[in-house]
């Protein structure tokens, strides 16, 4: 009988001061690593009709998600830095309490960067699986600039098609509420930039941040074409947006309740500057980012917050 299976693999070498940790030492069954162990550097979620993803803890960073027949569907820096207080180039880093600078926290907030994330809930069958990361507020986070109390869920599922979902469940766990901004910062892999289209956005106003002057607009176009640096969070945003990638023959529909929808290429100037992203892999990825970004999000006490993305891919 065809069975889900939910494998631990232990990469060589730490990701503690590691970088790149590409090679993979013999898999190890979820069900043999006790709970409450410590977790090796990557986890992988197998899906019955033959897809997969890879799962750092460190962040609860999702770096990869293959389907069956197909190729990498997620952007991986070959340069990315693994160390304990990196940022990991590539991937879905999850963007929270705070979505770039829109706030006192460093870029991006603490928990793309945080190694305090748990493994919760999981679960596996013939129909799907799933697999559950836990963050919770720490004496570090609670001296921090969003002192707040709270208790981070993140899911990462395949839904009885084999479809990708993940979902950020945010409870309040004070007795004050707070505000917060988050984005699920996904690089998806492309063939050619040039040749990749966003689809679901006309009409949707947007900020544009590399236009200080006029940052606010409306997305006149029927779709986004690449030419140059795009950096813009359009919101509220369409229930379905859909990555086009003319040169592979690919579609990626994301069906997602975010409230908005971040579309970003940084382009060569950009790519250079990086130093975990080699100069001309600008071409190999567009950021489409779910989140709520543009109006703060506000959870009172005791109360929780569930936001969701659904990956489909048709085409090649």
């Not at 600039?145 to 950020?168: N, Q, S």
């Not at 989140?291 to 936001?307: C, L």
Request: charged letters at 30%; a negative charge.
């Amino acid at each position: 009988m065809e069975t889900v299976r939910l494998v631990l693999l232990a990469v060589a070498g730490a990701l503690v001061g590691g970088v790149g940790a590409n090679s993979v030492a013999p898999a190890l069954a979820l069900k043999d690593i006790a709970r409450g162990a410590p977790l090796p550097p990557r986890i992988k979620l197998e899906h019955p009709r033959g897809g997969c993803v890879e799962v750092a803890p460190h962040g609860a960073h999702l770096l990869s998600w293959k389907i069956p027949e197909k190729s990498e569907v997620i952007y991986m820096s070959p340069q990315a830095k693994f160390g304990e207080n990196d940022a990991i180039r590539g991937g879905i880093p999850i963007c929270f309490p705070q979505f770039g600078p829109r706030g006192a926290l460093p870029q991006h907030g603490f928990s793309r960067k945080s190694n305090d994330w748990v493994l919760g809930e999981r679960a596996e069958s013939e129909d799907g699986s799933k697999i559950e990361f836990v963050l919770k507020d720490t004496e570090a986070t609670r001296s921090s600039a969003w002192p707040h109390p709270f208790e981070l869920r993140y899911e990462i599922a395949f839904d009885d098609e084999g479809e990708l979902v993940t979902k950020m469940k945010l409870r309040n766990v004070g007795d004050k509420e707070f505000d917060f901004t988050c984005a699920l910062h996904t690089y998806f892999c492309v063939d050619d930039i040039k040749q990749t289209t966003i689809e679901g956005l006309q009409g949707v106003e947007y900020e544009d941040a590399l236009d200080e002057a006029n940052p606010v607009k409306t997305e006149a176009n029927e779709v986004i074409k690449f030419e140059g640096n795009v950096d813009r969070v359009y919101g509220p945003a369409p229930l379905v947006v859909r990555i086009v990638d003319g040169k592979k023959g690919r579609c990626i529909a994301i069906a997602k309740d975010f409230p908005d929808v971040v579309v970003w290429n940084p382009w060569d100037e950009k790519a250079k500057a990086m130093g975990d992203l080699p100069d001309e892999d600008y071409h190999k990825f567009v950021c489409v980012e779910v989140g709520a970004i543009r109006k703060p999000v506000t959870v009172k006490a005791g109360e929780e917050w569930t936001a969701s993305q659904k990956l489909t891919v048709s085409g090649n």
